[in-house]
């Protein structure tokens, strides 16, 4: 009787044990998934300063980007505007005098003159005007057209508002 009495608490003892056991394999293995996981938090919160400093640095360089854009000259906005044109859009010549740009050329496609007189005009030129010649030249050389258009004034980009510093007292 007194063997099984010191059995008793053995016997108790050993599932106790056993269950603390596969608990805490339990725990580890949550531990090395938590971990996992915040590696995993650490590395997008890296890759997301870094997005951060590049994007700064490209919005420090707008305000110059947007000053070169207003000063450029007009021939140069003119072919940078032709330069994403359709390829059905020949530009055969152009002549800037007196303040009015001339374009000459021929399109196979007779919805493209069009749009590109609207394209014009959307990027700030003014007295756009098209004129077709209707004379084809050859085979696939398609409508002749020209176009004129001023430059027109463009407005400076408004500086950004600088944000009121958080220490400064509003005025009453």
Do not use: C
């Amino acid at each position: 009787m007194l063997a099984a009495a010191a059995l008793a608490p053995l016997a108790l003892a050993v599932p106790v044990v056993w269950m603390s056991e596969r608990h805490s394999a339990e725990l580890r293995a949550t531990d090395g998934d938590f971990r996992a996981e915040i590696a995993r938090v650490d590395r997008a919160i890296v890759e997301i300063k870094d997005l951060n400093r590049v994007n700064a640095m490209y919005l420090s360089r707008k305000p110059v980007l947007e000053e070169i854009n207003v000063n450029r000259p007009d021939v140069a906005r003119l072919f940078a505007l032709l330069a994403s044109s359709p390829k059905e859009l020949r530009i055969e010549g152009v002549v800037a005098a007196n303040g009015v740009m001339t374009l000459i050329g021929s399109s196979t496609d007779p919805l493209v003159p069009p749009a590109t007189v609207a394209a014009l005009e959307s990027a700030g030129f003014q007295q756009v005007a098209l004129t077709h010649e209707n004379a084809k030249q050859g085979a696939g050389a398609g409508e002749r057209f020209t176009i004129r258009a001023s430059p027109g004034a463009r407005a400076r980009p408004a500086a950004p508002e600088a944000a009121p510093k958080p220490d400064a007292v509003a005025p009453r």
